[in-house]
C-alpha cells in the first residue's frame, strides 16, 4: 500500500527518521524525530542573502519571510538539523513555524495554544 501515490506533494515540517539499535538484549527500532530547533545563534539566518530568515528577538522562533525570500536555498544547506525544504510550487523555502499561529491565537483556550507535534 502506497499512501501518498506517486507523488508526494506538500513540505514536512518534522520528519520522523527511524535507526535500528542493536545491543546484546536484542534490537530494536528508535524513532526520531527531527524539526526545526530554533537555534540560539541559527546558521540559516546568518547565511540568508535577502534577510528572509531571521529570528524573532521577542520569542526567539526562526522564521522565513516567503516576500523576501529567493529559494536560493542556502539557508537549507546551512541548517544542521535539515530541518528546511523547499517548497517547488511557490519556489521559496519552508520549515517549521512553531505553529506562530496556534501559540498566539487569542481564539484558542489557553491549553490549546502549542504547537502541533506537542498537542
Known sequence: IDPYGGHVD????????????????????????RSCLHCETPAC????????????????????DEDKCIGCKL?????PYG?????????VMKKCTLCVDRIYNDNLAEEDRVPACVA
Open 75 to 79: 539557508c537549507s544547506w546551512a541548517c
Open 10 to 33: 506538500g513540505v514536512w515540517f518534522n520528519r520522523v527518521h527511524a535507526y535500528e539499535h542493536t545491543t546484546e538484549m536484542g534490537g530494536r527500532t528508535v524513532n526520531f524525530p
Open 45 to 64: 539566518v546568518t547565511v540568508c542573502p535577502t534577510g528572509a530568515s531571521y529570528k524573532r528577538a521577542s520569542d526567539g522562533i526562526v522564521l522565513i
Open 83 to 91: 530541518a528546511r525544504e523547499f517548497d517547488t510550487d511557490v519556489r
